[in-house]
């Protein structure tokens, strides 16, 4: 697949089309679609109307299974059966584009029973299952037509599906494993580009991001979507200038997403006001738009200390992306603090998921883990972060706790002095609320060295 800048390869893809017509990540799918809905150097393009975004398998369905007849259908007793087979093939394609899934699968399944090994015909299915939400089955699928006969050239089509099946799922080290290969084999292959600095961004990966597509942006500087995942990882990096020299290439016109951009300028900056007031007319102009809820939820919380407004805008972000890392583990810990445990477990245990070195998961985990009594979790938790990240207070005051409650005295006065040592040196801004003490942590790895010593508080 060769690049083809500002052209509509960035679709809705993700859930729709066929294995050739290779997907892309919802992320910035949906964030730039608005951007993109017409006009010259558009990155996406709207298919008509009324037009199932589908790419045709036809053109090699029925050759592939004459091929499979061929080699694989010893067991047919007639000619007459590998002709009702085709059949059945072509009317689960046709079923395919027209999008009656169920009917799709089931007919797919039906072939798939006489042909186990026919590679671009279990993709097909895996490519149903994905449109359904079932992406544990479609990964089951992409993974056995990887194994399967008659592969060829299009392994990477189907590697490319099974790396965002499993993005989708929220297992991003194992999509970067699989979309890395599509890339050693397709250099040229933008989709797979995108798709893995997504996943880079999902880890918090932002310098790998931003090494992957400056090359990228130098050759092609009008692709939106390049711009818009560059600048993203330079804004997470603090490089506010840079972020703004890429963006200002792109995003000349007053849309959503250079709002979304701007807001997050605005938050680096810690101009919440500013950013609040962004955010409100993109969240106007497209309120589905990916990372607008969070950064919304994330600005009230600091602008504002409504807790309530930002636990909505976090339940809104999950709902356009569930495996949105900081939006899991906000919602969760803000669900902790209203002693909502049960309920804090569900989002927590997601980000865990996504992040499972991240010391703010590890924390929040540890700290909710110890409010239910499951103390032996709890310790395991804190103790790490501590070890960490040892000027993190709130960790020393669970451990204070923790310790106390198990009988460990002598353990549990050395964390109190420990508390008192840090309530000295901090400032008051560490007491604002479990948002800061949190964030404190995000970004930072159980996998690395600890701190040189006690770190003072993000303002």
Avoid at 128 to 142: F, H, K, M, P, T
Avoid at 229 to 253: N, S
Wanted: glycine share 8%.
């Amino acid at each position: 697949m060769k690049w083809e800048p500002g052209r509509g390869r960035v679709s809705e893809m993700a859930r729709s089309r066929l294995p050739k017509g290779v997907v892309a990540p919802l992320r910035y799918n949906r964030c730039l679609r608005s951007v993109a809905a017409s006009g010259r150097g558009s990155c996406l393009a709207r298919p008509p109307e009324g037009r199932p975004r589908v790419t045709p398998p036809s053109r090699y369905a029925i050759p592939l299974l004459a091929a499979l007849c061929g080699a694989s259908l010893a067991v047919a007793p007639s000619g007459g059966q590998d002709a009702d087979l085709a059949a059945l093939l072509n009317r689960a394609v046709m079923l395919h584009q027209t999008g009656e899934l169920e009917a799709a699968a089931g007919a797919y399944e039906q072939v798939l029973r006489a042909v186990p090994h026919a590679s671009r015909i279990r993709s097909n299915l895996g490519a149903v299952y994905s449109r359904l939400g079932r992406y544990d089955e479609a990964i089951e699928q992409y993974r056995r037509a990887l194994e399967g006969e008659g592969v060829g050239e299009g392994e990477m089509a189907i590697r490319q599906n099974l790396a965002l099946a499993l993005y989708k799922t929220g297992r991003t080290s194992s999509a970067v494993e699989e979309v890395r290969r599509v890339l050693v084999a397709q250099p040229d292959n933008r989709d797979a580009l995108l798709l893995l600095a997504d996943c880079y961004l999902r880890e918090g990966k932002s310098r790998e991001v931003v090494d992957l597509l400056e090359p990228a942006a130098a050759r092609f500087p009008d692709d939106k979507a390049v711009a818009y995942l560059l600048g993203t990882a330079l804004l997470d990096l603090d490089r506010i200038g840079d972020a703004q020299l890429v963006m200002d290439r792109v995003f000349r016109e007053d849309s959503p997403e250079a709002r979304v951009l701007l807001a997050t300028m605005h938050l680096k900056r810690k101009d919440y006001a500013a950013a609040l007031e962004e955010l409100e007319k993109a969240r106007a102009a497209n309120a589905d738009l990916p990372l607008v809820n969070f950064l919304y939820g994330e600005s009230l919380m600091r602008n504002r200390n409504d807790w309530a407004g930002a636990a909505a805008a976090f339940r809104r972000e999950l709902e356009i992306d569930p495996n949105h890392f900081e939006s899991n583990l906000l919602l969760g810990n803000l669900l902790r603090e209203e002693a909502r445990y049960e309920d804090a477990l569900v989002y927590l245990d997601r980000a865990a998921r996504l992040r499972g070195d991240d010391l703010a998961v590890q924390f929040s985990l540890g700290a909710a883990y110890l409010a239910l009594g499951r103390t032996g979790e709890a310790q395991s938790l804190l103790e790490t972060v501590a070890e960490h990240a040892p000027g993190h207070l709130p960790t020393h005051l669970q451990l204070a706790v923790l310790y106390a409650r198990t009988g460990r005295a002598l353990d549990a006065a050395r964390e109190r002095e420990t508390v008192v040592h840090l309530k000295k040196e901090a400032d008051a801004r560490s007491f604002q609320g479990v948002r800061e003490m949190v964030t404190d942590l995000i970004g930072k790895s159980s996998l690395s060295g600890p701190d040189a010593g006690p770190e003072e508080p993000n303002p």
